[in-house]
């Protein structure tokens, strides 16, 4: 079957950016494609993969609840992002971070200057 490359991933990003937690699996079904081949749409039309989009979508969408004040429940924080279960995201960000999600909020208000 011949896909368009291009359009392959621009279903896949504005997939992943409305809900970056969610399985790449998930996402190539989604778009009508395997997982292999959505990773090769990706290799065709730049440098990154999926994984590396969705997981630079999930930094730049988790931050702002992360460190909003009121602070925003971790619950709150992972159905925001489209993360299946508390350990899904905590899996993801000891992988991504190295730190646990109360961690990472931390960091970022660390970063920001909150206390």
């Known amino acids: 079957m011949a896909y368009d490359a291009r359009l392959v991933v621009h279903a896949a990003v504005e997939l992943m950016r409305a809900a970056p937690g969610r ?35 999930m930094h730049q969408r988790m931050e702002a609840p992360m460190t909003a004040v009121p602070p925003k429940t971790i619950k709150e924080i992972i159905d925001g992002l489209g993360f299946a279960t508390a350990q899904s995201f905590a899996q993801w960000a000891k992988r991504q971070d190295g730190m646990v999600p109360g961690a990472v909020r931390a960091e970022l208000r660390r970063r920001r200057g909150d206390r």
Request: charged residues 20%.
């Open 23 to 57: 399985p790449l699996a998930v996402v190539a079904t989604e778009c009508g494609v395997s997982r292999h081949t959505l990773a090769r749409a990706f290799t065709r039309c730049g440098p990154v993969s999926p994984a590396e989009v969705r997981d630079f979508l």
